[in-house]
């Protein structure tokens, strides 16, 4: 980018040992560093971020790769195993 930021984009795909049916397919966008000698200022970061977004959906949509965007998260997506199935949950130790 310009500014000098640098982003990238990462696909994911989860899936549990236990439950190889789970799975989590995503595209993730995260900040990762910069290389500007100014001050960092995050509403750029976040602007940026913003438009690399909008072109990354765009870019994903019509190819069909796409359900929307969201902020779900690994942990959500584990969460959300483990109630669906509680099968899945470590076994608990009684002291």
Avoid: N
Wanted: hydrophobic share 40%; with cysteine.
């Amino acid at each position: 980018m310009v500014t000098g930021h640098i982003y990238g984009i990462f696909l994911d795909h989860c899936s549990l040992l236990a439950a190889p049916d789970a799975v989590l397919a995503q595209c993730e966008l995260e900040y990762r560093r910069s290389r500007s000698l100014l001050d960092d200022d995050q509403d750029e970061v976040l602007a940026e971020m913003e438009r690399i977004s909008h072109w990354l959906q765009g870019y994903l949509t019509a190819r069909g790769l796409t359900q929307g965007r969201t902020y779900y998260s690994k942990r959500t997506f584990l969460r959300d195993a483990v109630a669906a199935r509680p099968d899945l949950a470590p076994a608990r130790t009684t002291s």
